[in-house]
């Protein structure tokens, strides 16, 4: 999927400095679900353009369409075409100075409205995206694109070929569409969080108090989650509080990713160990504490999919570590579920939201292949608590909160579990929570950590 930004302000390679990308150069940059790549298809005194590019793996889109009934849907769908979240998702990721309006080198430019033309060639669009854009100032083109070119009579499919030109401030373009993509897709890649809420009131700072459609909006941004929605449109109903905000925001609450993995290191730290595993590592998130930490003399990311390695890598910046930071880490691929020997003989090892993600019956393999083949001194598993998700905003009763978690436990169902791989393979097991904490529901994650 493509995003291309266009002005005309001379000197027009200016916009280089207000991406904070130059534009002699590709390049790339893992995100959640692929690959971004920034370059300039031109860069000239009178024009320039910076496209964004994303290149998706299929692989790790697994969520579901509200009211999809498609069985082969998670493998057969428009998510690596068509516009959404996943490429306001990058344009946040990758151009985030830019959506502050912060720019070193030319402060005064990213303050100053100038011309732009904005292009998203392959929009899957619900609704009018003109009387979302136009109210904001843009001339909107939103061209249908043919469902077949060969067959005329067909019609035309569901998604445009958007233009938008105006004279905004880059910022608050590019804050627009970050909002306003996923508004028009009428889908969200990821679970929709109270954190959602501060996002769109920061995205939309001095254009969506007054826009015509802000309830639409709300709606469509959050989710349909009404709780959120109507949180959020409280909020933008005091038009003072949209815009007056402080120079300086109010340090956000840590999220729950981040507490995770802050509970995750102290019971590594608390173990002593120093050549660590984490198993089913995804993208690196932990990785990358893990290498900043000395202590950790040999570290190890094993994961089934490639493709996530190869996002790791580039996390990781391995290319260019010095090559004794660079002897501390290696990356495997794997199957947890089958007895590796190159797993065997570490001090510790993580399973961090890992086990949910495995088919039930496969669970005795992989406690085999873990604590009886590899045999770390110490593991730390942590998993959803499925008691917690009735407190969510919007998660249907019996839903599970990513689709494809193949099951969520109880606190009961856990400590089940752990007592029983702990008296199978002679390890002890503490277990305890990860999160804010409910009276009746406990905290959303659970702990647990085994020791030999």
Known sequence: MLLTVTTTHRPATDLGYLLVKHPDRLQTFGVSAGRAHVF???????????????EIDPALLRTRQQGETFTLHQHVNDRPYAASSLLSAALGRVWRSALRGDSRDRPKLAATPIPLELRIPALRCKGSAEELFAPLGWAVEATPIALDAQHPEWGPSRYVDLRLTGTLRL?????????????????????????EVEKLLRAGTGWLAGHPRKALIAKRYLAHRAALTSAALARLSDH?????????????????????RAAVLRALAESGA????????????????LVRDRRYTEIVGADVSTVALEMAARRLHLDRLPER???????????????????????????????????PPRLPALAASLFGHAAPATVVVTTPNVEYNALYPGLAHGHLRHADHRFEWDRAQFGTWCDEVAAGYGYTVTRSGIGPEDPAAGAPTQMAVFSK
């Open 325 to 359: 930071q660079r002897a501390r880490i290696r990356l495997l691929q794997t199957a947890l579920t089958y007895r590796d020997d190159r797993l065997k003989g570490f001090d510790a090892a993580v399973l961090m939201e890992v086990i949910e993600h495995v088919d």
């Open 240 to 260: 003072s509080e949209m815009s007056e905000l402080p120079e300086e925001p109010a340090p956000r609450p840590e999220s729950l990713h981040q507490l995770r």
């Open 40 to 54: 300039y298809p031109e860069a000239g005194e009178e024009r320039c353009t910076a496209a964004l590019l994303l």
């Open 274 to 289: 120093t050549r660590v595993l984490d198993l089913g590592c995804g993208p690196g998130a932990l990785l990358g504490e």
């Open 171 to 195: 910022a608050d373009a590019l804050n627009q569409v970050y909002v306003l993509l996923p508004v028009l897709d009428d889908a969200k890649h990821y679970w929709v969080s109270p954190d």
